[in-house]
């Protein structure tokens, strides 16, 4: 009989998101689709639609882009259902434009919400896994991070820091069973 891991997919209630919250509950696993807080309407009717096909997929409300309120998310999912032992990072978001005409803010919310993100949730879940002797941590790339891609400067810096992330807490993480 499989575990039924508690498993956070941020960005759970996009496209992406979607895909991997059903191939997820497929496998067996307690899923928890994270999304930002001002979405609490579109997430339950997204949730419902989810349901009518059959697939139970929990919501947890936190802007990941920032460390304290991933930190409130992480903390009432593990009030609720208990310490996360799979973390999908897949919350992600473009803002294209040549680099000559990209706004600061545009830079900052693609690296925010795409690399940051990474961080502050990973931050979060990391000690409880390295403690358990158990975690697994999939963080949702592109190929854009290796070859770049024409107008998304902000997009492939984000998803190489990705990689280099993930490398490093490949690392960090083996010993201990994540």
Sequence with gaps: MM???ITLVTGGIG???TAVCMELVNQGRLVIAGHLPEEEEIAELWQSELQADGYAVELAAGDVSDYLSSGKMVEQIANRFGTIEILVNCAGITRDAFLAKMDPEDW??????NLNSVF???RQVIPGMMAAGFGRIVNISSVNGQKGQFGQTNYSA?????HGF????AQEGAR???
């Design 3 to 5: 575990l039924k891991r």
């Design 15 to 17: 496209g992406i998101g």
């Design 108 to 113: 900052n919310a693609v690296i925010n919400t």
């Design 120 to 122: 502050n949730v990973t």
């Design 158 to 162: 984000a998803k190489a820091g990705m």
């Design 166 to 169: 993930t490398m490093a807490l």
């Design 176 to 178: 201990k069973g994540v």
